[in-house]
Antibody, heavy 121, light 110 residues
Framework: QLQLQESGPGLVKPSETLSLTCTVSGGSISSSSYYWGWIRQPPGKGLEWIGSIYYSGSTYYNSSLKSRVTISVDTSKNQFSLKLSSVTAADTAVYYC?????????????WGQGTMVTVSS | QSVLTQPPSASGTPGQRVTISCSGSSSNIGSNTVNWYQQLPGTAPKLLIYSNNQRPSGVPDRFSGSKSGTSASLAISGLQSEDEADYYCATWDDSLNGWVFGGGTKLTVL
């Protein structure tokens, strides 16, 4: 079945750029039925949607993060990626990638296990 | 401060029925469908309810969802110890042009 796996550095210095990749296995990222998204969860807090991308490359972002976020897709590798610039301690969180089944549930129906990213010098 | 408002905690004893509320506005719950997620301790969220009241395959029918106006609710009947988790509501917000989540409700099974 479809699985998502996040990867990337677990520690990022303040003011630098956080970079994560989500690898999709067991299915194609190029399916027209799905969008792919990033969601984060600071320690002990709730969920926050960061942004989403379609296989064609069209993106939409959380307005509160838009100036610092870039999400891209590499269909040849079946991956999509997140870059968050100028990070601060407030960006410390578990970062999840997820699939949104736009034509079916219109919900994030499959999630990766999450990866913890700490912003610290 | 989350766009969608949930009570921070809820509790019940095994076998009881509990409900969790999610309050929003005309730009989010009032005009879009609501999804619910269950997050067991130390794990990723799992889709529990979509389109207000639909259960994905494998979700027990003890879980049900409803929506009225700018509010939604998740009901869990026949409460079990394994239901102890955090529950989040979520929907699209037309004003923010983005997905919004509730702050989460921690359910304790006494």
């Amino acid at each position: 079945q479809l699985q998502l796996q996040e990867s990337g550095p677990g520690l990022v210095k303040p003011s630098e750029t956080l970079s994560l990749t989500c690898t999709v296995s067991g299915g194609s990222i190029s399916s027209s039925s799905y969008y792919w998204g990033w969601i984060r969860q600071p320690p002990g807090k709730g969920l926050e949607w960061i942004g989403s991308i379609y296989y064609s490359g069209s993106t939409y972002y959380n307005s509160s993060l838009k100036s610092r976020v870039t999400i891209s897709v590499d269909t040849s590798k079946n991956q999509f990626s997140l870059k968050l610039s100028s990070v601060t301690a407030a960006d410390t969180a578990v970062y999840y990638c997820a699939r949104r089944a736009a034509a079916e549930s219109d919900a994030f129906d499959i999630w990766g296990q999450g990866t913890m990213v700490t912003v610290s010098s | 401060q989350s766009v969608l408002t949930q009570p921070p905690s809820a509790s019940g004893t095994p076998g009881q029925r509990v409900t969790i509320s999610c309050s929003g506005s005309s730009s989010n719950i009032g005009s879009n469908t609501v999804n619910w997620y269950q997050q067991l301790p130390g794990t990723a969220p799992k889709l529990l309810i979509y389109s207000n009241n639909q259960r994905p395959s494998g979700v027990p029918d003890r879980f049900s969802g409803s929506k009225s106006g700018t509010s939604a609710s998740l009901a869990i009947s026949g409460l079990q110890s394994e239901d102890e988790a955090d529950y989040y509501c979520a929907t699209w917000d037309d004003s923010l042009n983005g997905w919004v989540f509730g702050g989460g409700t921690k359910l304790t099974v006494l």
